[in-house]
Nanobody, 124 residues
Framework: QVQLVESGGGLVQAGGSLRLSCAAS????????MGWFRQAPGKEREFVAH????????VYADSVKDRFTISRDNAKNTVCLQMNSLKPEDTAVYYC?????????????????WGQGTRVTVSS
């Protein structure tokens, strides 16, 4: 049974930092590319970042580029999202997800497994 568990969310002031982690079990972690998405109240789930399973290459949404960094540790079956210079508009529930297909995707429908999410609130 595949399980993804996010942690690290919380309340932070604008300009602050948080580090989210996602622990995966029940799958061959190194064979799945990983993504982070977020969903703010009343909005659709949106892509944040993706990291490739093969070469570790990354893709970011324009809104988080140069502020967020995605990384993975295959030995520990974890993927992290370092979030710096946080803004109130980053407030959302953040989800990690596994994509079993090749290549990056910004669409939630192309990810096969999801965690339950961790809430991030950025105060102004």
């Amino acid at each position: 049974q595949v399980q993804l568990v996010e942690s690290g969310g919380g309340l932070v002031q604008a300009g602050g930092s948080l580090r989210l982690s996602c622990a995966a079990s029940g799958l061959t972690f190194s064979r799945g590319s990983m993504g982070w998405f977020r969903q703010a109240p009343g909005k659709e789930r949106e892509f944040v970042a993706h990291i490739s399973r093969s070469d570790g290459s990354t893709v970011y949404a324009d809104s988080v580029k140069d502020r967020f960094t995605i990384s993975r540790d295959n030995a520990k079956n974890t993927v992290c999202l370092q979030m710096n210079s946080l803004k109130p508009e980053d407030t959302a529930v953040y989800y990690c997800a596994v994509r079993q297909g090749a290549g990056a995707s910004t669409l939630p429908t192309f990810y096969h497994y999801w965690g339950q999410g961790t809430r991030v609130t950025v105060s102004s």
